[in-house]
């Protein structure tokens, strides 16, 4: 499980998060600029399109996942693995989504407490996806979060 909490919460800082697996530092999100660094490495979000907007996960050039978000809705389909998985909110403020392989529900992402849901997010995937697509997951759980309308 990965748990993530908003550092650097001065006025005009960028948006981050330190991410950590059994209470130990894995790495950080940058809502901001849309990237995460893990293991040393840095991951770039690029997002493209306007009504059904995809977001790319980039190590370099190389592409790793794509999420291709369905128009208006908190709902991403995502090919990996030779699985279409679904990721969307599960909660009408989204501050809970699921990950779905097929109509079933594999996974969890989920906001801190209503008065402060930039604390303690969660992030119970499942072990089979690799820890840099459970963190692009997690930025774009953070991202929906960070819009003004959610």
């Known amino acids: 499980m990965l748990v993530a909490n908003q550092i650097d919460k001065g006025f005009g800082k960028d948006v981050q998060f330190e991410v950590t697996a059994s209470a130990a530092p894995i790495g950080t999100i940058n809502d901001t600029r849309r990237w995460f660094e893990l293991d040393n490495q840095r991951y770039q979000i690029f997002r493209s399109g306007f009504l059904s907007p995809k977001k790319e996960l980039k190590r370099g050039d190389t592409l790793i996942a794509t999420a291709s978000q369905k128009m208006f809705r908190n709902n991403y ?6 699985t279409e998985w679904t990721f969307k909110a599960t909660v009408l403020l989204a501050t ?3 990950l779905f392989e097929n109509e079933t529900q594999v996974g969890t992402v989920t906001s801190g407490p209503h008065l402060n849901r930039f604390k303690d997010l969660t992030a119970d995937l499942p072990d089979e996806l690799p820890r840099e697509i459970q ?7 953070i991202d ?6 959610s």
Request: glycine fraction near 14%; aromatic fraction near 18%; proline fraction near 9%.
């Open 77 to 82: 389909t995502m090919p990996f693995g030779g």
């Open 135 to 141: 963190m692009f997951l997690l930025a774009i759980f």
């Open 96 to 98: 809970t989504f699921g």
């Open 144 to 149: 929906v979060l960070c819009q003004p309308s």
